[in-house]
């Protein structure tokens, strides 16, 4: 995920711009920002996306230092929950899983996803919450999982999603996402593939999102990546 600089921000329109690493130069809303509170000269990570008009844009602004890796035990849950996960457990089923804790961190945060969504396939819950949980080290490559993916998405777009997928080459996780994401901008859907960063750097979970939510989850211990 590209890496880079708050160049220019004009607090009464909301919006301002973002100078990559690359050198480019992203203009956003401050509506895609994980704060408000933005200022010239803050480091951000920038989920990036391809507007109709073929110029690159901010889906999401990571402002660093936005957002904690831990927060206490049941807000933590409920804002998880909030955001579309866990969707048939109460606190109680995550206390069992990790016992009497009185904070909810990303590597909690993690093991509750292994737990609720399985390591292997996708199970009935993952099909619900539309997430794919990868039991794979950070950065190697996974199976890709794609009719998986694709199989969150609205039938009428999944043809042309399998279609992208299959002319990615090589075939890596974030290039198969891009090319996932590409359909769905093309379509004028507000929904976007997402990955998560869980325990440690661990795990990815791979979950359909509207912008709205993921934006939402980055404000609790999980932490978009892509």
Do not use: C
């Amino acid at each position: 995920m590209p890496r880079g600089t708050i160049k220019r921000f004009d607090s009464a329109k909301g919006s301002g711009v973002v100078e990559l690493e690359t050198g480019d130069s992203v203009h956003f809303d401050v509506s895609v920002a994980t704060t408000s509170s933005v200022t010239v000269g803050q480091p951000v990570e920038v989920v990036t996306g391809i507007g109709r008009g073929g110029q690159l844009v901010a889906r999401i602004v990571l402002v660093d230092g936005a957002t904690d890796d831990r927060q206490p035990f049941v807000p933590g849950f409920a804002a998880l929950q909030q955001v579309g996960l866990f969707t048939g457990w109460q606190v109680a089923d995550a206390r069992a899983v990790l016992g009497q804790v009185d904070e909810l961190t990303r590597e909690a945060a993690g093991e509750l996803l292994l737990a609720y969504y399985g390591a292997k396939g996708l199970s009935e819950r993952a099909k619900a919450d539309r997430v794919a949980y990868l039991d794979e080290h950070f950065g190697d490559s996974p199976v890709i999982p794609v009719d998986d993916l694709v199989s969150f998405a609205p039938p009428e777009v999944q043809q042309a999603l399998k279609l992208a997928a299959s002319e990615v080459h090589p075939k890596s996780l974030g290039a198969v996402l891009a090319a996932l994401n590409a359909v769905l901008q093309r379509r004028g859907l507000a929904l976007h593939y997402y990955l998560f960063d869980v325990a440690s750097d661990r795990f990815v979970a791979v979950a359909l999102r509207e912008d709205e939510l993921a934006r939402a989850a980055h404000a609790t211990v999980l932490r978009v990546v892509s």
